[in-house]
């Protein structure tokens, strides 16, 4: 079992539409992160955190720590929000991150 | 902004040719970290630097090396590339608790 899972694995939504992408882990961890990759490009750090909610712009991230999960939303999708969507979890002690198989995003216009 | 720069976006490589990618950020990172992102696999670690001259591997060493002689550069090398070894290479650097910053990638073809 991998210790960070992802759901879905794709989305299709139409423009406007309300995203959510789930995160589970199964280890202890200091920080979660959400990264955004755009086809053939590099990767943006989208959040960090540790607990709670963070919002910039159209993105929210929440985090449960007792339930080990972690959601990022979109509101108000756009085309260009399309992009594969990564979570990783940062362990005690030391800075490596584990990664999830990312979530493929399409927005249709 | 911090910025990590790696020297070549796309490269193909001969097999058994020696490999350098190299990587630079422009924060002062203590850390480094090269990573290999493969369809399905996600990303894993390769090799990390916590400081100059300091290494440690990662979930995948074997075939590759690396060396920090500064603190700011990160460089991987491939030993004798092979067919395998062909893949999306990506470095990152980031402060202690801190958030991560991700180069912009190597696409790396082995033939």
């Known amino acids: 079992k991998n210790e960070v899972e992802q759901s879905p694995q794709n989305l299709t939504a139409q423009e406007g539409e309300f995203i959510t992408i789930n995160c589970s882990y199964s280890?202890?961890?200091?920080?979660l992160h959400w990264l955004q990759q755009h086809p053939g490009g590099g990767i943006v750090s989208l959040f960090m955190?540790?607990?709670g909610k963070k919002k910039h712009g159209r993105l929210i991230a929440t985090i449960n720590i007792q339930e080990k999960h972690s959601s990022l939303h979109i509101t108000a999708s756009h085309p260009r929000d399309s992009a594969v969507y990564i979570c990783a979890v940062g362990n005690f002690g030391n800075e490596k991150l584990t990664f999830g198989t990312g979530t493929r995003l399409t927005i249709i216009p | 902004d911090v910025k990590v720069t790696q020297s070549s976006r796309y490269l193909v490589k001969r097999t058994g040719e020696k490999v350098f990618l190299e990587c630079v950020q422009d924060?002062?990172?203590?850390?480094m970290f090269w990573y290999r992102q493969d369809p399905g696999l996600g990303l894993r670690l390769i090799y990390f630097?916590?400081?100059?001259?300091?290494?440690e591997k990662g979930d995948i060493p074997e075939g590759y090396s690396v060396s920090r002689e500064k603190k700011e550069r990160f460089s991987l090398i491939l030993e004798s590339a092979s067919t395998n070894q062909t893949s999306m290479y990506l470095c990152?650097?980031?402060?202690?608790?801190?958030?991560?910053?991700f180069g912009s990638g190597t696409r790396l073809t082995v033939v």
């Open positions: 990152a650097s980031s402060w202690v608790r801190g958030g991560y910053t």
């Open positions: 630097s916590y400081d100059v001259k300091m290494k």
């Open positions: 924060m002062d990172h203590e850390n």
């Open positions: 955190l540790s607990s």
């Open positions: 280890v202890g961890i200091s920080a």
